[in-house]
């Protein structure tokens, strides 16, 4: 299989030469991408579990601050720490009217924390996007040249012979193939990486959901107490 398309390059025109030996470079950033993004989001996956693990049914604060400082590097302990930085911006004072403002500032840090980690996340698809729309394309512009040229070919020397169509059909073969090679790990692993963005920026948002409900209920039980003192 080689050999053959070693031989084809060999005797291949210009243009056919240049759309395989793009496709080669845009295959080296594809598959540079691929093996990257993979390994990340297996790293990330395997954070979300050990954090849903470690944090537990009904953590505080102190414990999820803990675990933040535990797992620096983990989606869950950049949130944690936003989180928590906004929090203590906040004054102690708490009253029926500015319950829901305090939460929503909370809330409003963590979304700009996971959007961050969304912009994170989504890096290299971009690319991979590109190379699944453009790899046929290119690919269908060396296949249309190829035949064009046995055509020419053709009439050229007046013949219909195979040796005459053979070449020309070979390098516009070869020129989809390279297109094909390109567009369909970019598209695979564009839509495997887009479904894993999704799962983790819902995983993400839930955790901040949990993040302001803890933060809504502390306060709900600082004014509880406030309220009980001044009865007594």
């Not at 453009?134 to 055509?151: A, H, K, Q, R, Y």
């Not at 053709?154 to 073969?173: D, M, R, W």
């Not at 302001?212 to 003192?229: I, W, Y």
Request: charged content about 20%.
């Amino acid at each position: 299989m080689h050999s053959v398309i070693l031989e084809i390059l060999k005797q291949a025109t210009m243009s056919t030469f240049a759309i395989v030996a793009v496709m080669f470079l845009l295959s080296i950033g594809v598959w540079a991408i691929l093996i990257r993004k993979w390994l990340a989001n297996s790293t990330r996956k395997s954070s979300f579990t050990k954090w849903r693990q470690a944090m537990g049914a009904k953590p505080n604060f102190q414990e999820l601050l803990k675990l933040a400082k535990s797992m620096p590097d983990a989606p869950m302990g950049r949130i944690t720490r936003a989180a928590l930085a906004e929090m203590e911006g906040l004054s102690a004072y708490v009253s029926y009217d500015s319950l829901e403002h305090r939460g929503e500032l909370v809330r409003e840090t963590i979304e700009r924390t996971v959007d961050v980690e969304k912009d994170y996340n989504e890096s290299g698809l971009v690319y991979l996007a590109f190379c699944s729309a453009t790899g046929p394309l290119i690919g269908l512009l060396g296949t249309v040249w190829g035949i064009m040229d046995s055509f020419y070919q053709i009439g050229k020397q007046g013949s219909g012979n195979i040796t005459v169509v053979a070449p020309g059909i070979a390098e516009a073969l070869l020129a989809t193939m390279a297109g094909l090679l390109v567009a369909i790990p970019s598209s695979v692993g564009y839509n495997a990486f887009a479904g894993f963005n999704r799962k983790a920026e819902g995983i993400m948002l839930n955790f901040g959901s949990e993040l302001v409900s803890l933060f809504k209920r502390g306060d709900l039980t600082a004014l509880e107490r406030s309220t009980a003192a001044k009865k007594v």
